[in-house]
Nanobody
Framework: QVQLAESGGGLVRPGGSLTLSCAAS????????LGWSRQAPGMQREFVAR???????VVAFPLKDRFTISGDNAGNTVHLQMNKLKAEDTAVYYC??????????WGQGTQVTVSS
């Protein structure tokens, strides 16, 4: 089993920045990807960004000019830096951990609200 601890959510004004962090613990040797998805009210969960093998960063194309993701070399922690936030970025952000086979692990989610 893998446990995911998320932190960094909150309320931010439009145009502001926020950093989300996710730390994996437990049997981390089985995972090869850590990342983030988000789900806005009434919408499907969507991919935001991920780090593969502790170093290869991938960000969803529509977010690439505002969001960046980084991870530690061990691949156990990722940080999602979100800049120039918009109201439409308001969502619950979920950390996920993938393994070569089997279902991914999910964190409990952290709320990000962008509002003036």
């Amino acid at each position: 089993q893998v446990q995911l601890a998320e932190s960094g959510g909150g309320l931010v004004r439009p145009g502001g920045s926020l950093t989300l962090s996710c730390a994996a613990s437990g049997n981390v040797s089985i995972i090869n990807t850590l990342g983030w998805s988000r789900q806005a009210p009434g919408m499907q969960r969507e991919f935001v960004a991920r780090v593969d093998d502790g170093e290869k960063a991938v960000v969803a194309f529509p977010l690439k000019d505002r969001f960046t993701i980084s991870g530690d070399n061990a691949g156990n922690t990722v940080h999602l830096q979100m800049n120039k936030l918009k109201a439409e970025d308001t969502a619950v952000y979920y950390c996920f951990a993938r393994r070569p086979s089997g279902e991914p692990f999910w964190g409990q989610g952290t709320q990000v609200t962008v509002s003036s």
